[in-house]
């Protein structure tokens, strides 16, 4: 299966086919070169549409009580290009950032904030 480019509705439903999964994240700046910033595993949780707006969010493992909690943030005026790959894989570039989500096996990973 050849990669598919996606605009930025193609990117959130592409993103929302992951939701309840376990997914490897990956973050990389880009500057010329790829800069690989960080790389943590969760299940992804629902859209939260209203949650942090602009943004759109989606949480990344079990919620808790902290205001600071994990998740993927997209914002539409950041957005440049992402396409779906083989495998189940998005890969969106934000401004000079790209996130990776990858899914996972079941069993794969856990809850937990600090398995990175």
């Not at 790389?39 to 919620?63: C, E, I, N």
């Not at 890969?91 to 937990?112: I, K």
Request: charged share 30%; hydrophobic share 40%; proline share 6%.
């Amino acid at each position: 299966m050849p990669s598919e480019r996606l605009d930025w509705h193609g990117c959130v439903a592409a993103v929302r086919e992951l939701e309840g999964r376990p997914v490897a994240v990956r973050i990389v700046r880009w500057h010329g070169t790829e800069d690989l910033v960080a790389v943590f595993h969760a299940r992804l949780g629902a859209l939260r549409g209203t949650a942090k707006q602009p943004s759109l969010f989606w949480p990344l493992g079990t919620d808790g009580a902290h205001a600071e909690q994990p998740g993927i943030y997209l914002r539409e005026e950041n957005f440049v290009r992402a396409e779906r790959r083989p495998g189940g894989i998005v890969v969106v570039d934000q401004s000079e950032v790209v996130m990776n989500l990858r899914p996972l096996d079941e069993g794969l990973t856990n809850d937990r904030h600090d398995d990175m």
